[in-house]
Structures are given as C-alpha cells and as structure tokens.
C-alpha cells in the first residue's frame, strides 16, 4: 500500500434538476442524490442517485428513491468501516458481491415498510397498486405496496484500496481516465429497454444488481459519473453522452471544479428541456490529485504553442546574447 | 465558462405508424372513405399532442396492404408537417406482408434504443389471406416490435378479431370494434390522442410487472355505446 494512496485527496459534487414535462405536469422530481460524508471529501466517499419511476402506480416513488439513495449509502458506510481485514481486497470483493445487493435491498424494504406504517395507504392507493383484494395475503398486500415506491439505485464507494460500483436498474454510471478515456465499469444489462427497468421493488430485486469492484491501481480514476437515465437519454447518441466525461473534467481542470459546480444546475436543466424531458441527476466524484498531477505536467511541458511563443521572445530581446547571471 | 459538456442533445423519437388494409372490401358501405376522413379530421388532434409535449419528436407514417403492402407515407414525418392523401381500396388482405415490412423498420438500426416506444395502429376489416403469423412473428421477434404499443381497429362484423387480438398480444386490451362512420371516428382520435400522449411522456415501468404490449399505460377506452341501427358495418 503506498503512500499516495493513504493521502489521496476525493471530492463530490451533484446537482437533480426536475424534468421538463415533469414541470409541464406539475410533478414533483422523482431523483435523489445523496453522499456520505456530508463533507464530501473524506474517504471513504460514498455517492448514490435514484430514479423513482414516477409511474401511476409507484406514486411515491419520490419518497422511494429519497430511502434509497439514504440506506444504500448508510449501508455501505457500515459495510466498509466493518472490513478489519484491509489487506485482504479479494475477501471484501467477495463480501460485496454477495452481501451488499442483499443487504441494500433489505435495508430499503425496512424504509419503506416503516414508511407505509407511518403513513397507511388510502383505499384508493391500494387499488393503484393491487392490494386491496380481501383474499391477498398480508405478505402479497405488503409486496404490491412497496410497488408504490418503485425505484432505481446507483452507488459508488471510493476508499483508500478500491472502488465498488452497484447498480440495480437504468442509469449510468461513467469512470473517466487520467487520458480523458471514459468507459464503463459495469456491463449492460439488455432488460433495461423501452422504460422497463428493474427495481428495487421487485421481488428478490437483489439478485438484478450489478456490482463491480476495482483494486485502486497506481492511476485511478480521474472522474467517476453517476447519474439517472434522464441525462443519456437527452442525448443523441451515446458517444455524445460519453463525451460528458471528457468535456468535464477538461473543465475541472482548466476552471477547478467550484466552477463545474456552479454551472451543473443549468446544464442539466438545458438537457432535460432540450432532450428527454425526464428529471435528470448527476452525481461527480473527482481526484483531487489527477487534477494536480495534470497541472503539474502543464506546468512542467509547455505545450507546442507555448513553446514556440517562449522561442520568438527570446529570439526577440536584445539582450538575448549577453551572459546569464545566476544568483548563488 | 458557457460551453455545455457532452454531444447534441435531442428529443427522444417516437414512431407512429398507421396500418391500413385497403382490400377491395373496403370500399363496400364507404369504409375506406370513412377511414381517409377519420384519420384527416385526428391530424391536428395529433399535432396538438405533440406540440403540448415537445420532449417527444413525434414521426408519423403509413403502410397499406391489400395484394402485397406498400409504404403510403414511408419516411418518417414530423406530425406538423404530415398530410394525409386518401387511400383507394382493390385486391385482397396481405397483412403478413405489412407486418414484416413494419418489422424491417423496428429494427435497430434504423431505431435507437434511446426511442420512446413506437405506437402501430392495425385497421382491417376482413381475414388476412397471406401467411400473418410469419409477418407477425417477424414483428414480435423485435424488441421494438415486441415494446411497441399495439392497437388493433376491426371495421365491421368480418373483421378476424382473433388475428387483431393476437397482433395485440395482450388479452387485457381487445380490438376496437368499430361498426359504423362514428365509431370509427371516435376511435382513430382516441389512439391519436389519448394514446399518443401517454406513449410520449411514458413513466419507468417495473420489467417484472408490465403485460406485454403494456409497458405505456393504455388510456381508458372510449364507450363503444351498444350496438345500434347506426351500424352499417
């Protein structure tokens, strides 16, 4: 484990913007972002969005998506602060893989089953949902209601010795290089097509998650994105999706990452008007050290141009043959 | 820092397709006439539609089949600018043929994943005399075929609701029998509308609990009223 690591410097901002046609048909927005700490610079560093699906059914999905984005991340807090054997990377990579989904999804039902007693649903809601006939069973009455708060969930947890990706139904999740190179660290999954999406309101929603642990390496990442299916799909393509990765953190490196801030709220509200409509959320964590090494190489390696202007000002001054003196 | 990270952004498509027999059939007791009318008089209701959503790029065309299928408005057209120009009927009822040219065109390319689920509208008043369930097979094969929303109009007592219902796919939603001018109209400005707006502005639906053919929320279907001596079909 090097030093580097151990001080490695994170940072996490995000912006969820109500969609266009959701203000048209005055519908409060159905995303949520949340990250832990609060600070948003301590590791571990834990970011979650979800997507509640807003359907006739799943009427509180706002709610639904808020209990998601809030367990998964308190989850996954205690799941890491709970690793006392560090070092050993494949055991907690296995813990994640088969833990993690279980306990996410288990921790949400809990929400949301506290939640429902809290606030009943009224006769005509357990109608929307399919629960209301008098021969279901309390357990098929209780699986029909937490369809009302149908919701995705997209986590990221960056910690000294890895990073966990997971990822139960659309959205987007985008890692983005040091060379600006952007991929995916998850693999498609082909159900999620024509607005059907796995949820966490499905029964053994647990078994649809997509989980991916990466070692941290030597270069990690420059920039991980996480947002909801409203920001892709307000583009024309996916290469101009991808190209959020890149553009950014160009961005961030050229403005700082204040100013990436500062201006997310009105991109993301430009994309929702001028593409899908859909309420749309992103969430960034960003290496505050990729960031620094790169201003360091700038500052080091003149670019060509700066180069050959440093060139013809030199060839320029007068004074450009007398002896150089140095102070000792 | 005015620059906006990422490529073009864009609306999401959303491919209305009109799907009309034009057998020799129906032109008995002007069916085929009253068809022409009914789909002009829904243009503007459609444009309306689309203009209260402007998320949602909606692209109209049309396929008619009666001996073999033919595009009647083959490239997608935006809903502001299409026109309709009337549909004459002569030769038999090859569906199946217009099934997998409709098929042909749900495939990915052309489509994007990013569309919004097509909507195909099936008309027909008769039995098919082609090989349906290979066009039909080539269609659901799709998964934009097997997405789209799928409505079924029988005009008149000799349509075969059992090919419509199975164009359907879904035994929730039965065909739209349509036995006289009125109904007819009455119908062609509930797909045009109702169904066009909530196909254009879809909410996320669980994959575990949408019925096939209804992952759009199917408005509530106009009153057929009873059978009545207005029936001329």
Known sequence: MSKDKHTARWRVVGQSVRGATHERAGVTNQDAIHWLPESGTELPLILAVADGHGSRRSFRSETGARLAVETAAQVIRDFLRGQVEIENLSAIKRAAEEWLPVAVARRWLEAVTNHLAAHPLSADELKLVGADQPEASVQASQSNSQLAYGTTILVAAVTVDFILYLQLGDGEILIVADDGEVSSPLPKDQRLFANETTSLCSEDAWRDFRVCFQAVSNTPPALILLSTDGYPNSFRDESGFFKVGTDILEMIRAEGLDMVNDHLESWLRESTYAGSGDDVTLGLICSLDSIARQAMREIRTPTLQQAAEQGREFNQREDRDAPVEYDV | ?233
């Open chain 2, 1 to 233: 820092m005015n620059m906006r990270p990422g490529g073009e952004l864009a609306t999401r498509p959303l491919h209305f397709i009109w799907m009309a027999d034009c057998s020799g059939s129906m032109d008995v007791d002007g069916k085929i006439q009253s068809l022409n009318t009914a789909i002009k008089e829904a243009i503007p209701n459609m444009q309306a539609v689309a203009d209260e959503n402007p998320n949602a790029q909606v692209l109209v065309r049309a396929i008619k089949f009666s001996s073999g299928a033919q595009w009647h408005v083959s490239q997608p057209t935006e809903v502001s600018d299409f026109r309709w120009e009337d549909l004459t009927a002569e030769g038999v009822t090859d569906m199946g043929k217009a099934l997998s040219m409709v098929a042909d065109q749900l495939k990915i390319p052309p489509m994007t994943e990013r569309a919004l689920p097509p909507v195909l509208v099936l008309i027909s008043d008769g039995q098919p005399t082609d090989d349906y369930a290979s066009g039909l097979k080539a269609l659901m094969d799709q998964p934009w075929g097997r997405k789209a929303v799928r409505i079924a109009i029988a005009i008149g007592e000799d349509a075969d609701t059992e090919v419509l219902q199975k164009f359907i796919g879904n035994p929730e939603l039965k065909p739209l029998q349509a036995n006289n001018p009125e109904a007819l109209v009455k119908y062609i400005k509930w797909v045009s509308t109702a169904v066009l707006k909530s196909a254009s502005a879809p909410a996320s639906q669980t994959s575990d609990s949408a019925a096939p053919g209804m992952n759009v929320p199917i408005p509530v279907l106009p009153d057929s009223g009873p059978t009545s001596a207005d029936d001329v079909w």
